[in-house]
């Protein structure tokens, strides 16, 4: 499309926006804009339910550690009033509270293991949604073209047909009747277009 083409679609887009308010660009980037608009929020959305399970498993974590350690207080009681009750004391009753404590601890390490495993796919998520919501903002931000990006851009939409029209309208003070216009089109088209006449 040349840039006289581009430049009269333009005017009836532009029209058309004065007119009722909106144009295919108006109406397409409404459109692109609450698209965009939506994706955003169910990241959001995911990255806060994410962050909301994460808190959960942290408090399970220290609910069961706390478990865990009231278990280790009772079985030791037991071991010491069995101990008491007995009469018995020594290596056998240091070696039952060192086993009851490695169980404690293990079962501590484990408890730890398989939160971490469940947090793994909440981070990920976190991640990953992140990741997404830079990539609609870094969209957002490519969509935005600045004026003189428009000029450029129309710039390089000159092609030969505009060269001639342009030469041809400036070309004799306006006193050139249309078949030394035309005439003068044909040279000029094939000296542009590379043809012979």
């Known amino acids: 499309m040349s840039l006289f083409q581009s430049l009269i679609a333009d005017t009836f887009s532009t029209a058309e926006l004065l007119v009722t308010g909106e144009n295919d660009s108006t109406r397409k980037a409404d459109a692109e804009g609450y698209n965009r608009g939506v994706r955003k929020e169910n990241q959001r959305r ?10 959960a498993l942290e408090q399970d974590r220290a609910a069961m550690h706390n478990q865990i350690e009231l278990s280790e207080a009772q079985a030791q009681a037991q071991i010491n009033v069995s101990a008491a009750t007995a009469g018995v004391r020594g290596g056998s009753v240091n070696a ?57 851009k129309r710039a390089g939409q000159i092609d030969s047909t505009d060269l001639m029209i342009g030469e041809s309208l400036f070309a004799g003070n306006g006193s050139t009747t249309e078949k030394q216009l035309w005439a003068s089109n044909t040279k000029k088209h094939a000296r542009y277009s590379g043809e012979k006449l």
């Open 46 to 55: 995911l990255i806060e339910n994410a962050n909301e399970n994460l808190n």
């Open 96 to 152: 039952q509270s060192q086993s009851v404590s490695r169980n404690a601890a293990k079962a501590g390490r484990g408890v730890d293991k398989r939160i971490e495993q469940q947090q793994d796919q909440y981070l990920a998520q976190i991640g990953r949604s992140t990741s997404t919501l830079l990539s609609i903002d870094r969209q957002e931000k490519q969509g935005e073209t600045s004026f003189l990006q428009n000029m450029f």
